[in-house]
């Protein structure tokens, strides 16, 4: 009501709770509450929170009492409003210098089209800026062959090599699998974790281990070979 109304309330005891506001008193009386006051925190714009304040013995709250906590309670409201603009100011602020990084990488990335005069170096250009852009830890560009039966990684790129080689080099389009998906679909799909992975894609959880398994497997061979 304190919210809603904008207006403070004062319980001298838990009597005057019980009178006014019965379906409270019970609560207030069984963890040793009895005086409570309720003052708002209103700014220009409305009523933005308030602040409660239990007594464990009874009291008036007299005139002086009142004008105190209508003081202390515009201070902190202030000072709260303050801190929500600069947080506002300052999110702002970091949207618009990620606004302004993104048109560069943009930039970037159309400069480095230009130049590019094959496939490959195409998929490399849009690879590495993509990895870039996002912060990615690994990132492949497939194209279609040209019977439109099989994705082929044209560039792969990042430090899980799982992701880009292997068994994923050449997929064939009738696999259930995220890039088959998009391919058929015609729109982007998103994997945000692993419980998603696992609703939509169960099967690839098996198929990742097992490959990671093989590729460290190859390393310690390599490794051993050489020493």
């Known amino acids: ?25 019970g609560a207030y009386q069984a963890i040793g ?3 409570v006051a309720f003052v708002p925190f209103t700014v220009q714009a409305g009523t933005i929170g308030l602040m409660a304040l239990a007594f464990s013995e009874p009291r008036s709250f ?33 949207e618009a210098e990620l606004a302004i990084e993104r ?13 590019a005069l094959t496939t490959a170096d195409v998929a490399e250009v849009v690879v590495t800026q993509g990895i ?3 912060e990615a830890d690994a990132g492949a560009l497939q194209l279609l062959t040209d019977d439109g039966k099989t994705l082929e990684i044209v560039s792969g790129q990042g430090s ?17 699998l995220p890039s088959t998906d998009a391919l058929h679909r015609r729109e982007a799909v998103f994997i945000e974790s692993e419980e998603d992975l696992r609703q939509s894609y169960p099967h690839l959880l098996e198929v990742l281990a097992a490959l990671r398994a093989a590729g460290l497997k190859l390393a310690i061979d390599d490794f051993g070979a050489g020493h």
């Open 33 to 35: 509450h009895e005086a």
């Open 132 to 134: 870039a852009c996002v």
């Open 160 to 176: 899980d090599r799982t992701l880009v080689e292997a068994g994923w080099h050449r997929l064939s389009t009738d696999l259930k």
């Open 103 to 115: 048109t560069a990488r943009l930039q970037s990335l159309a400069n480095e089209l230009a130049e």
């Open 62 to 94: 007299d005139q002086d009492d009142r004008e105190l906590l209508r003081t202390l309670a515009g201070q902190c409201a202030q000072a709260i409003e303050r801190a929500r603009l600069y947080e506002a100011e300052r999110k702002a602020r970091a």
């Open 1 to 25: 009501e304190v919210f809603r109304t904008g207006e403070e309330r004062y319980f001298p005891s838990v009597a005057s709770v019980r009178a006014e506001a019965p379906e409270s008193a």
